[in-house]
């Protein structure tokens, strides 16, 4: 898919035509997982439930829904690699489990200035997490409970992105 959906109706059309395609099974796996992505980006259009804007980021990349390759052995800690796209940046995510039920999240936005500190801030129900990136816009939060939660990412007061992130 080159460019995110801009409703839920168009992602909505394009899982019918991924559900009517016939496939190898060696084709299989992968349009199971292109479905299961496809879903992934509905359900975050219909969370955001209004008409998307520049700073709502869209989900393209996860690791955990990819089969893995034949021959490939899965790792002993399933760790996991995200990436949003939002407006003509991308935010990388990756996840380490710490424990069964918390994570550990290391992340970037690109396509900023060299030099700028960004402020993130996690948010469930009524529990905020915030820390600031370095000056390559590169964030950390240690100990996450397992939960879905909505970043938000501030350059000074004005917010320049928002994800869903499911842990």
Known sequence: MKKQPKSSK???????????????????????????????????????????????????????ILPLPAGVRP???????????????????????VSPERYEVIGHLGRMTTGKVIDIMLKTGRKKI????????????????????QLEIKDGNESIAKVVLEL
């Open 10 to 64: 168009e992602a909505e059309a394009t899982i019918r035509s991924l559900k009517k395609l016939r496939a190898t099974d060696a084709e299989a796996g992968l349009l199971k997982s292109a479905h299961k992505l496809l879903s992934l980006q509905l359900n975050t259009v219909k969370k955001i439930d209004r008409k998307l804007d520049k700073k709502d980021g869209i989900i393209f990349y996860d690791s955990r």
């Open 130 to 149: 915030a820390t600031q990136s370095n000056e390559f816009q590169i964030f950390r939060f240690q100990n996450v409970h397992k939960a879905t939660y």
């Open 75 to 97: 790792a002993a800690v399933e760790t996991a690699r995200l990436k949003y796209q939002i407006g003509d940046r991308q935010l990388q995510i990756s996840l380490y489990p």
